[in-house]
């Protein structure tokens, strides 16, 4: 006689045979906090229940940038001063700086095909005034390996102190860098990771210098900007950040139709097309060239676009409440566009429902006054995000609601990185992975009864099913070739999908939101949030994180088999799959009752791999489908439904 575990479960018995007798399958390890994180939690900086440490620093800096643009030869030159504050609890000896434009050097590794510019010309770097020359030594100079500046500083900097810099630089921009920035034509630039930078110095890793490769993005660190752009007249130049002195760049009509769309819930047409080049956008500048000035402040990055062919359509869009004190506010919305983008001519609207909505769904109102997508046909195909900035293909030949989607999705960067300020280069899914859910429900929003989620499932599903894909927690460089889109967009997506599914919207909701709410303007790691959600819950959710993040594990439940035992009806259900969840089953009975039921994942946790649930055999069972709504990455939907 086989000894049977027996549990009951709402209203049926849920029998398994012993596990001996079964097929053995890996069970998920507990999480194991990595050296350097568990060394956060010892000093206090981080916790694990999630939240920042009683002493959680951050560094600091503070960029004044000054960049002449000259569209004849594409060239950008620039200077810039960085005073650097040192908030961390060590005497900072050696500094490293992010050269990204290096990306396009001759010689630099990369893994993805660039134009080769000759990268960034260094003309000039000090400290508080002590020229810095290349050396090879360990006295004070730098170093450039790729698109990394290593510095010996004249002085060591402690903590609590602070140190000023200075670089001179210039480099061509590229037509297409990285798809990332460049220009179209002669009529658009769109200028990005375009400045000498110093690297972010954390409290978990402590310097991240890993090189830009190409395909994984960025790490930047907070900071103020004072940044002023000179341009030809006639061109407009929107940037991150406020800008200072409109009343010498914008035309006195212009200004006084800004002010208008800032005012109002329908487009108002700022600048139409051929008003830049009949003089009617810009004021006249001295020699030709005028200068735009721009102040941020605790951004992670500047970016600047600057058009002379576009039509800027601008209306304002509720954020919520940012200050609390009772009364909505707004940001201006601008849409940048040329002719042939006849698409974009509903990209205002769609960026005003894409603010508020993610506004209200993470809980964060949008903080910054506006937020620009500018359409780089020639640049881009598809998007790429800055803060309060964002680049986009015109997306000719395609669907508007395909122009809605990558919308919503450049935009809801502006809370990951902007805000949760990510290691992209590290943990991609952190940044994609979350705003491709949260353009999902955006898209849900927008277009009632869409099944928005779809096709990042199915994605997924296709490459767990080919044996072929990564795991989540792979650094972004070093996935396996051509799965940066699963491992980084759709699976992470899709497994937020399932983990509402199983904490229900309510619950993962207040989970969601106090993580945003946690680490705004600061760094998460994955253990942050993994440790949020668990905390906020209240449920040990470890199986889930390894067995999606750090496995490659698949999910295939089945209903292997119906049958009539005297008077009961036995529903066996089988876990062919490693991945492990909840088995949520719908029963429909031939009078047309429908019964849920669930067979627990403690239940798989234990080494089981079959169930049987027992129900009386009158009425008789119609049909039998494990999670009718599809929130669980099922990788063989055939074997979920049983019918007679």
Known sequence: MKRQLVLGVAGFALIAPAVQAQQQRPLPAPIVIPRDFQRAIERGTRTVTGEPGPRYWQQYARYRIEAFLYPETKLLEGREEIVYLNRSPDTLRTLYFHLYQNLHAPGVVRNEPQEVTGGVELKAVSMEGIPLRPTPGSGPGYAVEGTILRMQPPRPIPPGDSARFYFAWSFRVPQSGAGRMGWSGDNL??????????????????????????????????????????????????????????????????????????????????????????????????????????????????????????????????????????????????????????????????????????????????????????????????????????????????????????????????WVPMILGTDERRYGWMDEGTTTFNENRARTDFYPGSDADRADLETYVRAARSGYESELMRWTDYLYPGQNGVASYAKPATLLVALRGLLGDTLFDRAYREYFRRWAFKHPYPWDFFNTFSSVTGRDLDWFWRTWYYETWTLDQAVAEVRREGSETVIVVEDRGWAVMPARLAITLENGQVLRREVPVEHWLQGHRSAELRLPASPAVARVEIDPERVFPDVDRNNNLWRP
Request: net charge negative.
């Open 189 to 414: 630039f769109f200028i990005a990771y375009w400045y000498p930078r110093v690297a972010v110095y954390d409290d978990v890793v402590g310097w991240q210098r890993d090189p830009y490769l190409g395909q994984a993005e960025f790490y930047d660190g907070f900071g103020d900007y004072t940044l002023s752009i000179e341009a030809p007249e006639g061109w407009i130049v929107l940037a991150t950040g406020e800008l200072e002195n409109e009343e010498e760049t914008l035309a006195p009509a212009v200004r006084e139709r800004l002010r208008r769309a800032e005012r109002s819930d329908t487009v108002v047409t700022v600048l139409d097309f051929g008003d830049l080049a009949s003089g009617r956008g810009t004021l006249e500048g001295p020699n030709g060239r005028l200068v735009w000035r721009y102040t941020a402040r605790n951004v992670r990055d500047v970016a600047f676009s600057a058009t002379r062919a576009s039509r800027w359509d601008a209306l304002r869009t509720p954020v919520g409440d940012r200050d609390g004190n009772g009364t909505t506010d707004y940001a201006r919305v601008d849409a940048l566009y040329r002719e042939q983008a006849n698409l974009w001519t509903q990209a205002a609207r769609y960026a005003r429902h894409a603010i508020s909505h993610h506004s209200r769904f993470t809980g964060l109102p949008y903080p910054w006054s506006h937020m620009t997508a500018v359409e780089g046909a020639g640049i881009i195909g598809g998007g790429m995000e800055f803060p309060m900035m964002t680049l986009i293909g015109d997306y000719r030949g395609r669907t508007d609601s395909a122009l809605y989607y990558v919308i919503a999705h450049e935009l809801a960067h502006m």
